[in-house]
């Protein structure tokens, strides 16, 4: 069965997107799928990944300029890079010459009418979305926010469509999965924050991992700690943040483009990170957080976790306290029932089983 993925990387969208689409394409292509990506060439890409994962990936072309019609448009639609219209063309010409069997779409760009554009040269759409704020025309819509229900999407989608919500679908690697048990265990063992681990998002636009950074190294630490922090090759201040970290009173190690984030983040004690996807796979390993909104459709997440008891919020980006990060991590060195009902509210958000139950409905088509 041919599939093929529409989703983009980009300096401004972050790599979450079609990192959550390798991985369910990976599952896929275990059942036997070829699966196809599409990319434009945004300037921080993750193309090379894509292949280097052993995909093929069509790469649509970088825009030229932003045309005076984009600035009118909501964020996310800007991100595409051209108008929508541009866009569904050059994916159409694109297909023209295949037999798509599941057109899967992961793009806060894309709504009906790109997808009416696209839908005479596949078979099925599927689409991928956390924000659940335009109409679709899709077989089936997955959003893995935690707490999401049937009526958010009721008037968004065909009465036909078939609804995936919540993190029982969330899209992680199986690594999770796998070092879950392990995670939890260890955790049991909790006495005092030895190691954070600061993830603020692939690409960190903003650079809020300077301002986390500067916020844990004034903190009055009882006992030594060590910082682990991961970006993406293509942040655009990952330079300077290693510069100015080399030397530092407590050791900071940055991880680019890591492959391990399963193993760091069952090393870590704490987690300083961004609302988005990424929170699905700290509450897999039982990791609490304390993170920042980094964009607005992190809102509702951050909202749902912390009412869950899994997360404590310590304000927006550009708005970190670091009175309030001081007085958390403090709270957690010395309250073992908080920090240990904060692993257990976690691990009841998800269990790293998603992209399984996800591919499971893909067996189900037919071609």
Not at 268 to 285: F, K, M, P, Q, Y
Request: with cysteine; proline share 3%; aromatic share 6%.
């Amino acid at each position: 069965m041919q599939v093929v993925i529409r989703a983009d990387a980009s300096v401004e969208m972050g790599v979450g997107h079609v990192m959550r689409c390798a991985t369910l394409a990976k599952e896929l292509q275990a059942k036997g799928a070829t699966v196809t990506f599409i990319c434009r060439a945004l300037e921080g890409n993750i193309i090379q990944h894509v292949e280097n994962l052993d995909f093929e990936v069509i790469t649509l072309p970088a825009p030229d300029v932003v045309e005076p019609s984009h600035l009118n448009l909501p964020e996310e639609e800007r991100w595409m890079g051209v108008h929508w219209s541009q866009d569904a063309e050059e994916t159409s010409f694109a297909l023209q010459t295949r037999q798509v069997d599941l057109l899967i779409i992961d793009h806060y760009g894309v709504a009906q009418p790109w997808q009416k554009e696209l839908r005479n040269q596949c078979k099925r759409i599927w689409v991928i979305d956390d924000l659940a704020n335009r109409v679709h025309d899709c077989d089936l819509l997955l959003d893995q926010t935690y707490g999401r229900v049937f009526e958010d999407y009721r008037q968004l989608v065909p009465a036909d469509c078939q609804l995936l919500l919540g993190t029982e679908y969330a899209l992680l690697r199986e690594e999770f999965r796998h070092l879950r048990q392990k995670a939890l265990t260890k955790r049991k063992g909790y006495q005092r924050i030895k190691r954070i681990l600061v993830t603020m998002g692939g690409t960190d636009a903003q650079n809020v991992t300077g301002t986390i950074l500067e916020a844990l190294l004034d903190c009055q630490w009882s006992a030594p700690i060590e910082i682990d922090v991961v970006l993406s090759s293509k942040a655009p201040h990952l330079a300077s943040l290693q510069a100015n970290y080399a030397n530092t009173r407590l050791p900071v190690f940055f991880h680019v483009d890591a492959k391990n984030m399963g193993d760091l983040m069952l090393n870590a004690d704490l987690a300083v990170g961004a609302g988005g996807s990424t929170s699905w796979e700290r509450c897999c390993i039982g990791l609490p957080s304390l993170i920042s909104v980094n964009a607005s459709n992190q809102e509702n997440i951050a909202r749902q976790l912390e009412e869950q008891g899994a997360v404590i919020q310590v304000g927006k980006t550009g708005d970190i306290s670091q009175q309030e990060l001081e007085e958390n991590i403090s709270r957690m060195n010395s309250d073992l029932i908080l920090y240990r009902n904060m692993v257990a509210a976690a691990s009841e958000v998800c269990d790293g089983y998603g992209a399984t139950r996800v591919a499971a409905h893909f067996e189900n088509l037919e071609v």
